[in-house]
């Protein structure tokens, strides 16, 4: 299997909810996280307006894909994540809202901060302080600073350490713990 380049990051943190929150009424709603299904990959295709070929993320043996949905409807998938678990943190590969998550027009705010706590949660779950680490468009980093508490490594590297961590963690899990 050809090995593909690392893609640059470019998922928008649009607000950081205790869940994620309809943008009309401002209802909340607490969500769940789990990996992808071979079933679920019928649904998350270029087809249906997904941008990145989930099926191969999928078939890399190195890389967890990770979809979440809010719990009582499992059918219907927010969010979507390609992580690899390194030495020493998380690396998220990939990360995206579903189709009806993004623009003007949304549903749901905090989709995409949610699959990053978990991403952080996760690596303390491995043993790895809470780090995590992504390549970001450059348009991007600055945003990822503020919004997420994430450090500028150099290039388009950034990291998530374990303060970060916390934050995000505590405010999407906060009844979860790690």
């Known amino acids: 299997m050809k ?11 649009d607000k950081l909810t205790n869940s994620i929150e309809n ?20 649904a998350i295709t270029k087809k249906n307006n997904w941008q990145f070929d989930w099926k191969y993320e999928h078939k890399q043996p190195e ?5 979440l949905t809010i719990i009582g409807n499992p ?24 189709p009806f998550n993004k623009g003007k027009e949304k549903m749901y705010a905090g989709v995409a901060g949610n699959l990053v706590a978990f991403a952080c949660r996760l690596s303390f779950q491995r043993g790895h302080e809470g780090n995590v680490s992504f390549l970001s468009k450059s348009q991007l ?10 450090i500028h490594f150099g290039g388009r590297v950034m990291i998530i350490e374990t303060k970060s961590a916390l934050k995000l963690i505590d ?8």
Do not use: P, W
Request: glycine share 6%; hydrophobic share 40%; net charge negative.
């Open 3 to 13: 090995k593909r380049q690392n893609i640059e990051l470019d998922f928008f943190i």
């Open 23 to 42: 943008v009309v009424t401002g209802d909340c709603f607490q969500t769940e996280v789990s990996l992808v299904s071979t079933s679920d990959l019928k």
């Open 63 to 67: 890389r967890e894909v990770y979809k």
């Open 75 to 98: 059918a219907i998938i927010q969010g979507i994540m390609c992580i690899e678990i390194k030495s020493d943190h998380v690396y998220m590969h990939l990360v995206e809202n579903a």
């Open 141 to 150: 980093i600055d945003h990822y600073e503020r919004t997420l508490g994430a």
């Open 171 to 178: 405010k999407y899990f906060k009844n979860l713990g790690l």
